[in-house]
């Protein structure tokens, strides 16, 4: 296993009136290659939770193992560990600063203290990686379409070479094509490179059409940890804690209901039209 | 760490402090701070601490939340009585190796941490118990007869209001920023004073454009919301004057007299 | 000139910016819209969609008229957005709500905030009270008004801001991309806050959007592509054109593109499907005439 979360708890400002709990008892393994998917409304411990797993918070109290090393130990190179695990935040293109988009993506490589040669190596590689088109690589960061920001911002990470890569809603204010071409890249650099990754993401569509496993987190703890047509099959749960199932998932019990033999776990639009064409006896 | 910056931040709660006119807290804070560096011996400050714990009480905000916020702050406080306390000459009281330490450098390190205490807690209460809003509202009344020498008083008054808005939005996107910046492998903490200012661009940068970006979306806001400057504006929440202004008026006037008088008799 | 029209209409509306380089030399003129023409009757509820960079926020902020037309004419409730005299009518009565939450939200607290609109317009004070207790009613954010911004969530905050709008008792209400950097739970709420009022104030509603499930009860949509309206109609129409709205890099709802799908597997559904319900009613009609 390549992350193990042991009993993890995180308490903010612990010891005071304002203490909150955000995270409690979170027990989690993660295997080399995985596509993880976490879900779970504003709140739930899903930005805690992640922060855990690259060091920029540690635990109130449990232990986090990345390669089989506790992270919380006092010799570990916590540095090292950001560059292992790859945390790309939230609106990520709000942290770019340099003067054109390839020095910016070097930045991260830089800060390992590679040589020169493979810093820019690594900055060309990555930028390759999002599909930036190479025209674009010295102009302004502040120049670039959104859509363009937000993949310089991806490059900046993945330039450090990370073997997990961890996504805070990566499609956040995209368009619809622009949110599709974002996670298309995501999926293939995962099978290309068979790199770990993590996808935060508030739809349940996205999420059920590219992650081999999906957590459900609510009030800081895990609901559910499973794959996706299993986690779906509590759709009603899931609304009970603010949250749905993709609409085909809604559409196939209703289905059901009305007395179509269909399978109802389907969560993919596909996997939904093969289930009725055969109900249907349509090949 | 950047939360617990509580000064100036407006604590949400019914008092009698929270319910006065801003003008008069304004008044009272500005009077109890020159009181503050007239007296000449201790009865002056225990009467200004009691004034001032009598004032915290009514106001209902907890004493804790205050002191949070006081931690900022704590550094400056101490430096301020370390160079009092090592550099003020004078009869020796004790001298380790080569430093001595002085009655009068006692005196004046522990006059002058009562002294930035009071004066910071004091005006804590005044920005816990007042929303920015109101406070500006106060100082905007309190300031139009500059608006006859061409002081733009209201403009100033409305960007301090929304600067004060957007303090805790910025804290909170510094946070951000470092964070992300850290998880790109950035470093804040090793290195000489250079090294660590120059560690602080990727921050600043970002941190500039958002402000940026920000002043830009709230001035278009504002625009649509109708906003044209202070002239033809009406206020939603005017001041007035009730019969409690009048009467925190009498009491800061008491306070006045009793502390001036006793705090500056010489024993 | 006072024009008898709809509520807001454009005349061949054009608007251009000069690109410069950082010397400040003309790199180019883009066009973000492009003979652009509206005419939208009191009451209606209308959907603007686009990708990014389509050109229907710039549309938008010319009904508000914080820009100006550099071709054609705007009119807001038979005003000119060019007569510098009706500038502040216009924006009295075409009220707008931007994307981002925080960086609309002036006051620091909810009901100062929601006063701000009414203070500008030199309201008497016991008016602006009533204006904002009823406004905060409207957007079910009254128990809230004592609260700070900064301690609502996104969908809240959003709410406040539609509420600081109302309360400038506006015809018409623009929303830019209001839900954009919202959750699904927050999206819904600011949404039904929107049909709200709607239906109940008959404010005329102008969303602009690019999620495609927040305007299947629009009465009519505006695709925009390159600053050009590139499709107009209702919504089962727009949805019927699953192949022309992926071109314009949008997307259907996944009812419809199931619908879409099942039809290009040779299943007989009707065009546009929109709801799960009508997609289910479809297909059990299916079911019966296989059985017949």
Redesign the interface.
Known sequence: MQLILDHVDHVY?EG??MARKALSDICLTIPKGQFVGIIG??GSGKSTLI?HM?G?LKPTSGHIYFEGEDIAEKDYDR?KL??KV????QY?E????EIDVFTDVC??PK??GLDKKEVQLRAFNALRKVGLPEDLYYQSP?DL???QKRRVAIA??LA?EPEVLILDEPT???????R?EILRQIKSLQKETGMTILLVS??M?DVAEYVDRIIVMNRGSILYDDVPRKVFQHYRELEEV???A???T??MH??RE?G?PVDADATT??E??DE??RA?G?A | MIRDITLGQYYQVESTIHRLDPRVKLGGTLLFIISLFLFHNWLGYLIAAIGLCSVIALSRVPFKFMVRGMKSILFLLLITVAFNLFLTPGTALVTIWKITITIEGVKTALTMAARLTMLIIGSSIMTLTTTPNNLTDGLERMMRPLKVVKVPVHEVAMMMSIALRFIPILLEETDKIMKAQLARGADFESGNIFRRAKAMVPILVPLFISAFRRANDLAMAMEARCYRGGDGRTKMKPLIYSRADYMAWGCIVLYLVISIVLGRIAF | MVQKVGIIKTDDLVFEYIRRDEEGNVEGITTAVDHVSLDIAPGQFIAILGHNGSGKSTLAKHINAILNPTEGTVWVDGMDTTDESNIWEIRQRAGMVFQNPDNQIIGQVVEEDVGFGPENMGIPTREIWERVEESLRAVGMYEFRKASPNKLSGGQKQRVSIAGVLAMHPKCIVLDEPTAMLDPNGRKEVIRAVRGLNDVEGVTVILITHYMEEIIHADKVFVMDKGKVAMEGTPREIFSQVERLKELRLDVPQVTLLAYELQKRGMDLPNGILTVEELVEALEKQTKNGRN
């Open positions: 400002e005071t009136q409304h504003t922060q690259n920029l540095k950001r560059s790859g945390l790309v935040f990520p709000h942290q770019l600063f930045f991260g800060n390992l502040f379409s959104g859509g900046g990470v450090m956040a204010g995209l368009d619809p094509k622009g599709e508030h739809s569509e603010g949250l749905a993709p609409q085909v809604y559409i209703a289905l009305r179509l639009i596909r939904a039209a009725i064409c249907y349509i």
